[in-house]
């Protein structure tokens, strides 16, 4: 059955969707437009006006005199908390409309978008709501001898946040950074990835809805290099929180070094996956499969590298490959669909040369391998076995439903494998021993561990990378001190 778009999506998408400068919607100073393509299909289903050079600087501009004049700030905690759980109802309110725009701009499962996505969006402004009125700091006795103080330290926002989201998650994405900015005290720009502006532009008209006041949140679609760049660079902005790939966040540290900008990197990663002899492997293997082939493997923390026990090995490359066959990979809109395309063709080029390497480097292909259906970017889920370690299918963050699986030995020889990257976003330990578990825990090199589980967000959880896949954290109060600095005050008594 194929999901009927609603006539309010439709009415959304008949214009070009105009973008967001001080409570203002415009069309931008040179009216140049992005062609929104819908991934399933390759056909154009909407667009939106690209932001110029001249509307960042309007867009920068209206978020520091918001945040100079605390029209935001300077609510009291209890008022701003109200604020973004209406949000969060809004969110739900237009859950349909926001999940058939992930689904037409960035090829999501319209089931997965409406039923995880959309809720997950709405939780997170929900949860930090929470904080809103929980934030504050510490009391201190000094000890300097002769002298008695009231020492204490405020947690103040940061001042203008620029806010740069990737294609791959763009509602939760734009949402894992509005809300603990928002609540923190910042006035926000948010940049979406030119790929997918959409849903971020119609979760603007909502957060209006809700009561953010003009200028506190700006929304500008538009090129990563000339608009991303530029906000980077850009002497009022005092934070910037990028999602994004390890090589555009290179970029940014350089960037943001001639302001001192603060900066919070969520990058890639190659996460591996530990599946011990001992593993329950009825949930080891399909949770696995889906931590590899959900969204097309277009998740940060996708496990794209499986690491299992010599005993299991089999079972596990058997029982992925089966469940990659009988992935049924087609548009988001149609409910039979398991699996849907990749972003672009250009980024199914991408993963194909990738995957033809991996064979031209000795990777077997146990199932998949290349790409679907021409009337979308369809790639098939594929199992690779036998590449060695150190080659770029291994090494390499592939975007794409591709998964390496290797045996091991020993934990020992297992951990040496998992570690034995650049990245260090994610990782799971699939065993029945938790003596073990816990132990690989303190060696595993990663920002996030399951241990028999994959994938799962915790909004409570700080997540982020180690080594380059980040520097930093979203989620839990880590998230929310992002978005603040922290500052000393000492009262000297009489
Ligand atoms: P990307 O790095 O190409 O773009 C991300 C954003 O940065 C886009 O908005 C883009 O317009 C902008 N940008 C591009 N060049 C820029 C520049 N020079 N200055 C400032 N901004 C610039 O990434 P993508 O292809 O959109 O997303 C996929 C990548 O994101 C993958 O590597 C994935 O692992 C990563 N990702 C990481 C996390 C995480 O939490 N660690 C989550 C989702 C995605």
């Known amino acids: 059955m194929i999901h009927e778009i609603s006539s309010a999506t439709r009415t959304f998408l008949a214009e070009p969707a105009q973008f967001l400068v001080n409570g203002k919607w415009r069309q931008g100073s040179t009216g140049e437009i992005i062609e929104c393509v819908d991934p399933a299909s390759g056909q154009q289903i909407g667009s939106a006006y690209a932001a110029a050079v001249t509307d960042a600087d309007d867009a920068v501009e209206a978020a520091k005199v918001a945040f100079d004049d605390k029209r935001w700030r300077g609510k009291t905690p209890s008022e701003r908390q109200g604020i973004l759980l209406r949000l969060a109802t809004l969110i739900e309110r237009d859950a349909q409309i926001l999940a058939e725009l992930e689904t037409l701009d960035g090829g999501k499962l319209y089931g997965s978008a409406l039923n995880g996505e959309v809720p997950h969006a709405a939780e997170t402004f929900r949860y930090y709501a929470g904080w809103v009125t929980k934030l504050g700091g510490h009391i201190f006795e000094p000890s300097v001898p002769g002298r008695i103080y009231h020492g204490f330290t405020r947690e103040d926002p940061v001042g203008v946040a620029a806010l740069i989201t990737p294609w791959n998650g763009a509602l939760v994405s734009a949402a894992w950074k509005l809300a603990p900015a928002l609540a923190a005290g910042c006035s926000c720009v948010l940049k979406p990835s030119e790929m997918t502006p959409l849903s971020s532009l119609y979760l603007g008209r909502i957060m209006q809805e809700a009561g953010i006041p003009d200028g506190v949140i700006n929304i500008l679609p538009g090129s990563g290099v000339k608009i ?143 790409c679907g259906s021409d009337d979308g970017f369809y790639f098939q889920p594929t199992v690779l076995t036998g590449a060695a370690q150190e080659t770029e299918i291994v090494q390499e963050e592939v975007f794409g439903p591709v998964v390496a699986v290797s045996p091991f030995d020993s934990e020992a020889e297992a951990l040496q494998m998992a570690n034995n990257s650049r990245y260090g976003l994610a990782a799971s330990i699939w065993t029945g021993d938790t003596s073990r578990a816990l132990r690989l825990t303190e060696d595993l090199q990663a920002g996030i561990i399951w241990i028999n589980d994959h994938g799962i967000p915790e909004l409570a959880m700080p997540i982020g990378g180690v080594k380059q896949s980040g520097i930093g954290r979203e989620h839990g109060l880590e998230g929310l001190r992002a978005y603040t600095e922290t500052r000393s005050v000492m009262l000297r008594l009489k």
């Open 228 to 370: 991303g760049a530029h906000l980077v660079r850009h002497s009022t902005v005092a934070k910037v929180s990028f999602t994004g790939s390890t090589g555009v966040g290179r970029q940014l540290m350089a960037n943001g070094a001639e302001n001192l900008t603060r900066l919070s990197l969520e990058l890639g990663g190659k996460s591996p996956v530990l599946i011990f002899d001992d593993a329950d492997l009825d949930v080891a293997i399909p949770t696995a499969a889906e931590a590899i082939f959900g969204n097309a493997g277009q998740v940060c923390v996708a496990g794209s590298r499986i690491y299992a026990g010599r005993k299991v090995y089999q079972r596990v490359v058997d029982g992925l490959a089966e469940i990659a066959l009988n992935h049924k990979v087609g548009a988001g809109l149609d409910a039979a669909s398991t699996m849907g395309p990749l972003i672009s063709h250009a980024h199914r080029e991408r993963v194909r040369t990738m995957v033809d390497r991996g064979i031209s480097d000795g990777a077997n292909v146990v199932t998949g391998g290349a």
